[in-house]
């Protein structure tokens, strides 16, 4: 059985924070298990219960576990890796093994204001294809995705039914916009009270705000505003070191 040392110069909490990791990777503590109560925990290893919460609430705050007030503290499902690539939801649902599926919630044709239009890279007053989807994986709501698209483009678009279907897959095979390069740009953020009812947050749930522009041979296609749950998500990138100049 695990023991904290307490002649390490590690932190007694963060040596209760692997145990406990540990615990969870091994699934000895399932997705959904309470863990021990903070009593027991202070019992078990010999720690006061100042330590024990402040381990706890390291792994709460990374998302590992999860409290429900009167009923104690629960590991957490995973995060999903947010994908720092040009993919449609649906494709990367699916590559997760998850069903990926939408619900509309505005459709509509708007004339692009001067903001709008420059990043599109159209006139002013154009028209654009307003799309608001609540997306979801295996049922769960995880995001709210607003895509405006240039009417010229895709002259027809409002007529389709992207019911549990890709949006890029439609613009791919209609209208021969093959998606080949895009700009990200992520936010941290609170969500708002209709966005947060809609992705069964609690009001001032944190979110990740994505704004995506996708190209198709060097024309801006898509302007994508996200809304994802940061409770879901979390970011991972591969980092290199710069070559040094000799």
Do not use: W
Not at 157 to 172: K, T, V
Not at 191 to 208: M, Q
Request: net charge negative; glycine share 8%.
């Amino acid at each position: 059985m695990a023991h904290i040392d307490p002649d390490s110069p590690v932190p007694k909490y963060f040596q209760l924070r692997e145990i406990l990791l540990d615990l969870i990777d091994s699934d000895e503590l399932s997705i959904g298990a309470a863990i021990p109560s903070e009593r027991e925990l202070c019992q078990r290893f010999a720690l006061s219960r100042m330590t024990v919460r402040q381990a706890v609430d390291h792994l709460v705050s990374e998302g590992r576990l999860h409290r429900v007030p009167g009923k104690g503290t629960f590991v957490a499902r995973p995060k999903i890796e947010l994908a720092l690539q040009l993919t449609s939801f649906s494709d990367d649902m699916r590559a997760r093994g998850m069903a990926p599926g939408s619900r509309d919630l505005d459709r509509r044709t708007m004339r692009a204001s001067a903001h709008l239009a420059k990043e599109l890279g159209i006139q002013p007053g154009e028209d654009v294809h307003f799309i608001e989807r609540l997306r979801t994986a295996d049922g769960e709501p995880l995001s709210i995705e607003r895509a405006h698209i240039p009417v010229k483009l895709a002259p027809d678009l409002a007529e389709h039914n992207l019911s549990g279907r890709s949006l890029y897959e439609l613009l791919e095979s209609r209208y021969g916009l093959v998606m080949d390069a895009g700009e990200l740009t992520i936010d941290g953020g609170i969500a708002d009270p209709s966005d947060a009812d809609l992705l069964k947050l609690p009001r001032g749930g944190a979110v990740l705000l994505l704004q995506r522009r996708s190209f198709s041979g060097g024309v801006c296609a898509e302007l994508g505003v996200s809304t994802y749950r940061a409770d879901r998500y979390q970011l991972r990138t591969i980092l290199e070191m710069p070559a040094r100049r000799g």
